[in-house]
C-alpha cells in the first residue's frame, strides 16, 4: 500500500481507538457504548469534542480535565496511539484486501480485550463474539480460498485452548479459548507460533513472578493470558507466515 493509505489506516486507527477506551471502560460494567458521551471520571463534566481529539487533547491538556483539572490516566492516550500504529501497520504490511480486513478486524479487538482482561480478569464475549463474525463474513465476502484455513486453524487453536481449560481450569478461562479461536479466524496458519508466543511469554513472567514472590503466593497471584494471546497475535500477524515457512523449511 502506499504512503498516503498508511497515513489515512493510522489517523483512523487513532479514531477507532478513542472509541475502544469508551468500550473498554463501560462494556464490563454493563453499560451503553453509545450514550452518554465521554465524560470526565472526576466531575461527570461531558468532554467538548475539542477535547476529545485523540491523543492530541490530553498532550495539549497535559493529562488533565479542562473543567476540573482531574488527572486522566495515560492509558486513553497510549490505546489510540496503539491503535493508531497497529492500523498504519496492518496496512503498510498486507497487500491484499481479505488479509487487511482480518488484521484490522483482529487488532480492534485485541486493544480492548487487553484493557479488559488486565483490570477486570475477563474477556468480554461481546467483542470476541462479533470480531469472529466480522473475520468469518470478511473471509467469505474478500477470500473465499482462505475459509477452510481459517475455519481449521480456528477450531485447532480454540480446541487447543479448551482442552487446557478443562484439564486446568484455575489457569486458562473459556474468554481465552474464545480468543484463541478468534486468533486462528484471523490468523489462519500462522496462529500456531501466536500460541507458542503466548505460552512461552506467559510461562516466562510466570516465572518471574514466582521467583519474586515465592513459588506458594505467586502460584495463587493471578495473571490475565489474554495480553499473552495479544502479544502472540501481533507478533503472528506480522511474521507469522514466514516464522511457520521458516519452520516447515528447515524441520519438515
Known sequence: MG???VIFAG???????????????????????????????GCGEPIKPYD?????????????????????????????????????????ARDDAAGIALGLILVTALVPIV?????????????????????LIAGLALGLDGVPEQLIAGAAAGGFFLAAALAY????GMGDVKLAGLMGLCLGRAVAPALMIALLSGALIGGIVMARLGAKVGRKT???????????????LFAGDAIVDWYTGTYL
Open 3 to 5: 504512503v498516503a493509505a
Open 115 to 135: 484493557l479488559v482482561d488486565l483490570e477486570h480478569r475477563l474477556i468480554p464475549n461481546l467483542i470476541t463474539g462479533p470480531a469472529a463474525v466480522a473475520a
Open 169 to 172: 481450569p484455575r489457569g486458562m
Open 52 to 92: 476529545n481529539i485523540p491523543v492530541l487533547s490530553w498532550v495539549l491538556l497535559r493529562g488533565r480535565c479542562r473543567n476540573c483539572g482531574a488527572p486522566i490516566s495515560a492509558r486513553y492516550p497510549l490505546a489510540e496511539l496503539a491503535t493508531g500504529l497497529l492500523w498504519a501497520a496492518v496496512v503498510a
Open 11 to 41: 489517523v483512523i486507527g487513532l479514531i477507532v481507538g478513542s472509541f475502544l477506551n469508551v468500550v473498554a471502560h463501560r462494556l464490563p460494567r454493563g453499560e451503553s457504548v453509545a450514550r452518554p458521551a465521554s465524560r470526565c471520571p
Open 222 to 236: 493471578a495473571v490475565p493470558f489474554g495480553p499473552f494471546l495479544a502479544l502472540g497475535a501481533v507478533v503472528a
